[in-house]
């Protein structure tokens, strides 16, 4: 056991003790970046902004996410399954709490929620639910999909956030397929090339270990402080680690059988390789270091997420300088076990064969290559599309699959709708700021892009007519209609009024009739001398009886006879009184009737009066009915549009709910939702989004809310913003990488020319792979738009990859010390083009993996790679040595002089 070999011990058990805490702690990467993978918005971007409001709106919707779920049948709903969805929804709404739904709106809730949730062939009903954020997303889809699992209907639960996890675990699943494709495929290539069963070993083996330390690493940097991370952070470690991991093992073995050639032992043979590999490793693996690593200065979280890669290339290069030499001083040329052929792969024929031929030719070279690349580099242009609803197959995520029904059967918008807030420093619930929000909202309604909105004014999508003066113009003129009716049939009534004079009549008959008899009685008592007294009729019954020859009363006879007049003289003062009243009686008939002939001629001049309050009314009918039509023709107006709540509707029990429901807690803050026409998720729909509020804010000019902040919030306004980052920083991004990477070059390269002309090769490598990229995806995956991320992503991984092989080239002229010639040039090119066309090989087997996903941003950035690699493959040694024979070796100045010689010669012919 030799002392270098003991060097290694030490390393080498830190390093398996440092796999084992890696896989003891090791963060679940696709829980990271369901979790913070998303795209960072600065704080004061717009749909940021909106989020810390929406958070603030309600204290009880703080931590709910939107959830869409999708009832399907094949034809329009009949009875049974119209029954069948009412009660999978009356179940749902019993169990909300368990289930961790904070509200629901269903179709059954109003009119205007049937006419926005039930499409119109009657085939596809939706329910809109708020659900508790705080549970995982694959928690709480699965407990609602078993809570609306309706008897004969397809159902569907999806959302934004879904069709994210389900995308997110797509690509976990396809990178470990295509990470287990990659090692097998190394472990095969190393076997075929060394003709050993050790060597591919130790190459998986010390990548493998370096990528598991690498994602710990990574993982534990996101989770703990915050390190940018994406669903391609991994996979763009797995190819570079593997790309670079297989280039260096290729190097270093290649060179120790080398050594062993020249008949140097085991460790010799170690020592001496070790110092070349470790400059031409540290080197690259430096460089490359530093670019990734610079990606961290770009303000966007997509190319940020690529940083963390160069921390992986810095494990790698650790890895790499401990297991690489530590078997080779341990196990010597018993590396190569069991093949005993120890040939060197020294030159590649095909390389060797284009170097040559383009250094002999180089114009015609160069002028080949900038030929093949302008169409593939024309077709590269064009728009790219944020949409993460592509990503992913409907095959792959019954979310995406919920989602296509929706587009086909409602407005896209309704899955996703744009938030508006607009926060005031003082309270909205009034008539002059509800509305400006009124205003506002029919303003947005009148876009062609929009579907309907939702706002406080408009709760359900539609404007709530009891709000505007046409429908309470429409209920005064209602009215006014019903008083000029009663009114006119009074004017009628009056009019023909006529008061009866036969009662006076009777009264009068009446009173006669009472005279005559009181007449009649008063001569009755005249003529019976009904007013003698009694002694008097005593007297006279004496005198009578004289007369007549009878015996006179005795004076017992006439005491008895004056006893009884006495009696009757009571009577007789009773009937003085009668006498009395009767001749009252005489004088009160003949005043009453005096009285009823003067009432009777009072009755005919009030009749004449209310006649005439008949004319009155009639005419005032009349005015009314001019009123009556001006309120008419004023609803009919623009006039009819304006907005009024008077103070009993807004305190209405109806209203409050709305208010409630747009306004937040303090009603300082409202917001309007808007669901567009088209899909959410395309540049229509963005273009709007960044309209939205600067047209706003102009509205709302020189009006009570003039001084209130307008944000436009939601998953839209999310992606318009990050298509507005991305802008920003692609440029930079690339200036910043290849930059850094050019620069980098010069200083290995010690040339300026040589660098400057890699720089150049890679940015037409890049055109060219995005534009078969494009064209590969709009022909076999009907999508005419590359993703957002293909185009960063390709940017990077291809431009890392070439300038790597570029280094290489570069590092062993460097080593040859000879003049920067075309000929050096073509010796170095064919010297590595072997180990470049290997390593190249595993980018594109691994390309191939990752296509197995069925993640569109993945097979777009593997097909460009392939493309860009196998480009790679012949403009290097097409070009560098065609450039170089330009640059250095005086190739104008030699086809001038030959010139000069041809016609010297004729002349002296």
Known sequence: MNKYFKRYIGVVIAWVIMIIVSFSFMPRFTNLVNQK???????????????????????????????????????????????????????????????????????????????????????????????????????????????????????????????????????????????????????????????????????????????????????????????PISRDTQAGLMLVLATLGTGYALFYFNSFKNQLVAGKDGVEASLAVQKRFTQLTAVSAGVLAIAFGSLGFVNYSLVQSFAGIGIGIIILLAATLTFLPFFTYWLGNRVFLPSNNLKAHDYNRSWNFLAGKSAKYPLVALVLAILIAIPFVVNSKGPVSFDPTIEISTKSSSAKDGYKVIKNHFPAGIAEPITVYIKADHKLDNDADLREIDRVSNQLTANKEVSAINSVTQPEGEPLQQLYMQEQLQIVTGSLDTNMSSLNRVAKGLKTTKIS????????????????????????????????????????????????????????????????????????AQQDKINSALNGITSQTDSATQSVSQFRMELAALQSKIQGYGTQVKSSTKEIKQSRDFLNE??????????????????????????????????????????????????????????????????????????????????????????????????????????????????????????????????????????????????????????????????????????????????????????????????????????????????????????????????????????????????????????????????????FNLNKKHVKKSTDE
């Open 634 to 895: 004023m609803a009919k107006s623009p006039a009819g549009q304006t907005f009024y709540i008077p103070k009993d509707v807004l305190k209405s029990s109806t209203f409050r709910q709305s208010i409630k429901r747009y306004l937040s807690d303090d009603k300082k803050t409202a917001k309007i939702s808007v669901i567009l026409k088209n899909d959410p998720n395309g540049k229509p729909a963005m273009d709007y989004v960044n309209e939205i509020s600067s047209q706003m804010k102009n509205n709302f000019a020189g009006t009570t809310l003039k001084n209130a902040q307008v944000v436009v919030g939601g998953v839209p306004a999310t992606l318009a913003n990050a298509k507005t980052i991305s802008k920003a920083n692609f440029v930079k991004m690339t200036v910043i990488f290849a930059g850094i990477l050019i620069v980098l070059s010069m200083l290995v390269s010690a040339s300026i020319l040589q660098a400057a002309y890699v720089g150049n090769i890679g940015l037409i490598a890049y055109f060219m792979s995005l534009g078969f990229s494009k064209w590969f995806s709009h022909s076999f995956l009907q999508q005419s738009q590359l993703t957002s991320v293909t185009p960063v992503a390709l940017f990077i991984l291809l431009f890392a990859f070439l300038m790597n092989f570029a280094l290489a080239v570069f590092i062993t002229n460097r080593q040859a010390k000879q003049p920067a010639t075309a000929d050096q040039m073509v010796s170095s090119v064919g010297k590595l083009g072997t180990m470049i066309m290997l390593a190249m090989s595993v980018v594109i087997v691994g390309s191939l993996a990752l296509t197995m996903s069925g993640v569109l941003t993945m097979i777009q950035v593997a097909i460009g790679l392939i493309f860009g690699i196998v480009i790679i493959g012949i403009i290097i040694p097409v070009s560098l040595p065609s450039l170089n024979k330009l640059t250095y070796d005086n190739y104008f100045g030699n086809l």
């Open 501 to 572: 004079k036969s009662p006076l009549t009777k009264t009068d008959r009446s009173v006669t009739t009472i005279a005559d008899r009181v007449s009649q009685i008063q001569a009755y008592n005249a003529a019976n001398n009904v007013t003698e007294t009694p002694t008097e009729v005593v007297n006279q019954v004496q005198a009578e009886l004289s007369q007549s020859n009878h015996k006179r009363m005795n004076r017992y006879q006439r005491a008895m006879v004056e006893e009884a007049l006495q009696r009757a003289t009571a009577d007789q």
């Open 37 to 227: 993978g998303d795209t960072r918005i600065p704080s004061s971007m717009s749909s940021k902004v909106a989020s810390r409001i929406g958070s603030e709106f309600h204290k009880s919707g703080q931590n709910t996410r939107r959830l869409v779920v999708v009832f399907n049948s094949g034809s329009k709903f009949n009875s049974q399954q119209t029954i069948n969805m009412s009660t999978t929804l009356t179940k749902l709404k019993k169990s909300q709490k368990q289930l961790g739904v904070e509200s629901m709106v269903t179709p059954n809730d109003s009119l205007s929620a049937q006419k926005q949730l039930i499409a119109k062939d009657q085939t596809t009903q939706l329910v809109i639910l708020d659900v508790d954020k705080t549970i995982p997303v694959k928690t709480m889809n699965n407990q609602i999909k078993k809570a609306v699992k309706t008897v004969s209907l397809r159902t569907y639960v999806t959302s934004f956030k879904t069709i994210q996890r389900d995308t997110n675990n797509a690509a976990r699943n396809g990178l470990v397929k295509a990470t287990v494709i990659i090692a097998i495929f190394i472990l095969l290539l190393l076997l075929v090339v060394f003709r050993s069963v050790i060597i591919p070993l130790i190459s998986v083996l010390t990548t493998s270990f370096a990528y598991i330390v690498s994602l710990w690493a990574i993982g534990s940097l996101a989770s703990e402080y915050g390190l």
